[in-house]
């Protein structure tokens, strides 16, 4: 039996942030009812590439979901919605600060309905503090917390990370922060709220660069794929193309010297140690890729990983899905298409021996449930009055 089998969640996330934490909790048995507003539903089911009411962003977050269409202006529309979360355990939700309260559906409201209810939020900047009201979007967020400030060339612009990483972190720490609400609810009988920001969530994963400030009061620097603490630990140029090499330590960058038949830079005083190569990285640099040029990336990854150190190519996103470990960690999986054929979508990451995650629902078309969960609500509102 999967581990949330039994558990409804009420999922009124769209975009990103949401519906990653959303899609967690149904691939783990949950029970996952996501409310669309009418017409368009959750917006990222028109964002390019889209096709027939769905798109690659909204398949990629919302399969194990079951879709209504309700009209929170409407008191028909609230009436189902409050029926829903009266026997629901969980409800998720990523409007901005303020705005379901406004509709009567703010934790406070909901918790005196249900004082079982374990209630998510999940907002650029969390429920409190001077920027509460704001909305958030992962490229401000990105911009904001300092990440792009290190993330790009030396000497070049800060750049965005190429996927939307504080969305998806806090997505996480939805996950986490709601299945520890569930763990203190059996204990005490009693739901809360959990407030999660993408602030906040991106913030807390700089521990690198702030421990630098920290440390040394400088602001850590863009430094391309250099790593600031470490080398040779980054990008090397090869003939044809680039790879990782990752020496971490004095035993690896020994053996990566064996490995191409350089020990003299081993013994070389300006590389021997790792502050040596951090202080003389550009003379390093010079020397490594003037060895690694006359191998390419299939010939230096065999000559290393032969050496046991960890390196691997620079790949672009279909290279990386082809990876027979893709296949035999079982991270990319089919689902039925409504229009027919199959689509493809990645696993769930999450391993457990006993109960593992489970591919029940493709994700749904735009209010595809709305008869069955209202129907269903309406006969627990009836059996509840008798």
């Known amino acids: 039996m999967p581990p949330l ?13 949401g519906p990653f934490c959303t899609m967690m909790l149904g691939d783990m048995g949950a029970d996952v009812i996501k409310i669309e507003e009418p017409g368009r539903g959750d917006e990222s089911r028109g964002w390019e590439p889209a096709f027939d009411g769905w798109s690659s962003y909204f398949v990629g977050l919302n399969r194990n979901k079951r879709s209504v269409v309700l009209d929170l202006k409407t008191l028909d529309g609230r009436a189902v919605l409050e029926r829903l979360v009266e026997r629901a355990d969980v409800l998720v939700e990523n409007f901005r600060p303020g705005s379901l309260s406004a509709l009567g559906f703010g934790y406070d409201d909901m918790q005196r309905r249900n004082p079982r209810l374990v209630y998510c939020s999940i907002s650029g900047y969390g429920h409190t503090g001077p920027r509460c009201d704001l909305a958030g979007y992962d490229v401000v967020i990105q911009g904001e917390s300092g990440l792009m400030s290190i993330t790009g060339q030396t000497g070049g612009p800060p750049t965005r990370v190429g996927i939307a990483i504080s969305d998806h972190l806090a997505g996480l720490y939805a996950n986490q922060g709601i299945l520890l609400a569930l763990i203190e609810r059996a204990r005490t009988g009693a739901g809360q709220h959990i407030d999660i920001a993408l602030f906040d969530s991106m913030v807390s994963v700089l521990t690198l660069p702030a421990g630098i400030l920290f440390a040394t009061g400088k602001a850590a620097r863009r430094m391309g794929n250099e790593h ?13 193309g680039s790879l990782i090499v990752a020496a971490g330590n004095e035993r690896l960058w020994r053996q990566l010297c064996d490995a191409i038949e350089r020990r003299d830079l081993a013994e070389d005083p300006r590389f021997r140690t790792n502050v040596d190569r951090v202080r003389n990285r550009s003379a390093l640099k010079v020397e490594l890729e003037g060895a690694f040029r006359g191998y390419t990336r299939e010939k230096l990854t065999a000559a290393l990983r032969k050496h046991q150190v960890p390196c691997g190519p620079v790949r672009d996103i279909p290279e990386a899905l082809a990876d027979p470990q893709i296949a035999a960690r079982g991270m990319m999986v089919a689902m039925d298409d409504p229009r027919g054929g199959v689509i493809q979508t990645l696993g769930n990451p999450v391993r457990l021996s006993s ?7 493709r994700p749904p078309r735009l209010g595809e449930h709305t008869e069955e969960v209202v129907k269903a609500s309406d006969v627990a509102r009836d059996d509840a009055s008798d």
Request: overall charge negative; proline content about 9%; cysteine-free.
């Open 5 to 17: 089998d039994g558990i409804t969640v009420v999922d009124l996330t769209r975009v990103v942030a």
């Open 228 to 240: 600031p603490s470490l080398t040779p630990y980054g990008e090397f140029a090869v003939a044809d």
């Open 355 to 361: 109960a593992p995650w489970s591919l029940r629902r």
